[in-house]
């Protein structure tokens, strides 16, 4: 079965930081376009950032760009969503899924193998 597994969630300060991993079980990551999702409450999903297989083309939502970086680690088959100066509309549940066409954050129905999510929450 394939799956994906996100962690780093958490309750953070407006300008705090989290780093967010999404880890892969029974495929490698290596082999997708792996895109960061998502969600607040009564909201539709939203794409936030994607990372090619090669790396070579990576998109980030205008609402993020300057403030998240996406990055992979092939060895520890895992890739990360480091989000800086965060800000209360930042909260939402985070999901990583996997494609296998080039990176299109609009295209979420593009996207499978769904992890269950990690909440951020940007909260004084």
Do not use: H
Not at 53 to 75: E, H, L, P
Request: glycine share 12%.
């Amino acid at each position: 079965q394939l799956r994906t597994v996100e962690s780093g969630g958490g309750l953070v300060q407006p300008g705090g930081s989290l780093r967010l991993s999404c880890a892969a079980s029974g495929f490698s990551l290596s082999s997708y376009a792996t895109g960061w999702f998502r969600q607040a409450p009564g909201k539709e999903r939203e794409g936030v950032s994607c990372i090619s297989r090669t790396d070579s083309n990576i998109q980030y939502a205008d609402s993020v760009k300057g403030r998240f970086t996406i990055s992979r680690d092939n060895a520890k088959n895992t890739v990360y969503l480091q989000m800086n100066s965060l800000k209360p509309e930042d909260t939402a549940t985070y999901y990583c899924a996997v494609s296998p066409f080039p990176c299109a954050l609009g295209r979420v129905a593009d996207f499978g193998s769904w992890g269950q999510g990690t909440q951020v929450t940007v909260s004084s």
